[in-house]
């Protein structure tokens, strides 16, 4: 089995869906990321500092909603790079890894 | 970009809501984490080696429960020192990672 | 607190319930994995470059489906490598981590 390092990118959203579909556009149009996954939490607290948890749906109130996805670090940096303005600090993860390639 | 250096950690829980709460209280009031993200699974197998599927939300089985978090290297390991004796073995995980910063 | 090294792995599934179900089978008969827990998306693109939300659930569209489990880095390997051949290139993914152990 061949693997190649990549870096993984969790972006920690709390504008909603507006922003998340803003987000998506971006990496799936312009950035060409390969694949994206997003996840929403069931409770969680942030900036805000009030714990949110899904009994509070209905109020409107955000539960967390993260965007995962990673590729080759040279193209991830620069992805960092282009989004960092829209993101708040502290609300942009990213690691190294190994992904499986073709035989 | 500026990043700093976080260290994440992911916390698999198995006693359900209760557990689930005192932890957020704790990570909230206590150790003043600054994010906090709760995830569901929706499918899973643990300790009592049986496979749980949504499908048997209703019958109160319980599905994997993970409470994700991050922040300085210093301040995880004194919070993991914390919560440890309530943490099975094997359920707490922590991995090093950079966060975007102000600029 | 005493700490060990893991590999954590994540599987991003896209033929859904029924890759799911022999996976887990699997994990759990034949690698004898400690722990598996999958997380479902709200959103997501991959290989066909749609966009996928949950809106489309009910139009029978695949949201993504991600299984997540950790073991001794020897083992991890090993099942990496029996597994492979099941997974699509770019679609397991895997990095070192530490794991509470017993004190």
Redesign the interface.
């Known amino acids: 089995?061949k693997?190649t390092e990549?870096t993984?990118v969790r972006l920690?959203l709390n504008e909603g869906e507006a922003q998340?579909e803003n987000l998506?556009?971006r990496l799936?149009d312009w950035e060409k990321v390969?694949?994206?996954?997003?996840?929403?939490?069931?409770?969680?607290?942030?900036?805000s500092?009030e714990?949110h948890t899904s009994k509070f749906i209905d109020l409107g109130m955000e539960l967390?909603l993260?965007v995962e996805f990673?590729d080759t670090p040279q193209k991830v940096e620069a992805i960092?790079?282009h989004i960092?303005t829209t993101?708040k600090?502290?609300?942009?993860?990213?690691?190294?890894?190994?992904?499986?390639?073709?035989?």
């Open positions: 089995m693997q990549v993984v920690y998340l998506l556009k799936h390969k694949g994206v996954s997003v996840f929403r939490g069931i409770a969680g607290f942030g900036d500092g714990i967390p993260v990673f960092m790079e960092s993101m600090p502290g609300h942009m993860l990213s690691w190294s890894a190994q992904i499986n390639e073709n035989e």
